[in-house]
């Protein structure tokens, strides 16, 4: 078992890693398919607006800007990039640390698909699973494939992690002594 701090690097590691396959997955769909990538600022924007109780708009492109909202987005993406990575290791345990499977972080992040479809695309004005964009099957189908590679990148992240931080094998866990 990891000792805390360990368990929480290498989720914090995990949820990074897994984050940035899945944004490295939406510049390559971008270069090699014209799939536009995700705008984060728009994310920004309605996280910027929370403090005045606006929660839910009918156009995120309409509402007033807010200061910083690219950088506030992007942190966002991430932020919640770790959580998901938390929320998968509290799922499926320890082991996708330190013996990853390709099969559950794959499951779980087509899973996670369900807070764009269900929180934030309604919150923007999209509608339920983008119903409201002219073409709402080709944003479900980018919202699943990147999700598909978020979860692709867990494994990715995982399998990394396991390799370039071994338990037993001077990992922080194994330097102290339970007497020390």
Same mark, same amino acid.
């Given at each position: 078992m990891l000792n805390r /701090?360990? @368990?929480? @690097? +290498?989720?914090?590691? %995990? $949820? %990074? $890693?897994?984050?940035?396959? #899945?944004?490295l997955w939406a510049i390559a769909a971008d270069a090699l398919f014209g799939v536009p990538q995700s705008n984060f600022a728009l994310v920004g924007r309605w %996280?910027?607006? *929370?403090?005045? &109780? #606006?929660?839910?708009?009918?156009?995120?492109r309409k509402v007033t800007l807010v200061t910083n909202e690219a950088a506030l987005g992007w942190?966002?993406?991430?932020?919640? &990039?770790?959580?998901?990575?938390?929320?998968?290791?509290a799922l499926? $345990?320890?082991?996708?640390l330190l013996q990853p499977g390709p099969i559950a972080p794959i499951v779980f992040g087509l899973i996670t698909v369900?807070?764009?479809?269900f929180i934030l695309q309604p919150a923007l004005g999209l509608g339920i699973m983008a119903a409201n964009k002219p /073409? !709402?099957?080709?944003a479900r189908l980018k919202s699943l494939m990147s999700h598909f590679s978020f979860g692709l990148g %867990?494994?990715?992240?995982?399998?990394? @992690?396991?390799?370039? *931080? !071994?338990? $037993? +094998? &001077?990992s922080v866990s194994d330097q102290v002594s339970p007497a020390e």
């Open positions: /701090n360990e @368990l929480i @690097l +290498r989720i914090v590691l %995990l $949820g %990074l $890693g897994a984050t940035a396959f #899945m944004d %996280l910027g607006h *929370m403090p005045d &109780g #606006m929660f839910v708009h009918d156009s995120i942190t966002a993406h991430y932020i919640v &990039g770790v959580i998901f990575a938390a929320v998968f290791v499926a $345990g320890e082991r996708q369900v807070a764009p479809f /073409n !709402p099957d080709a %867990l494994y990715i992240a995982a399998y990394a @992690l396991s390799r370039l *931080m !071994p338990k $037993g +094998r &001077g």
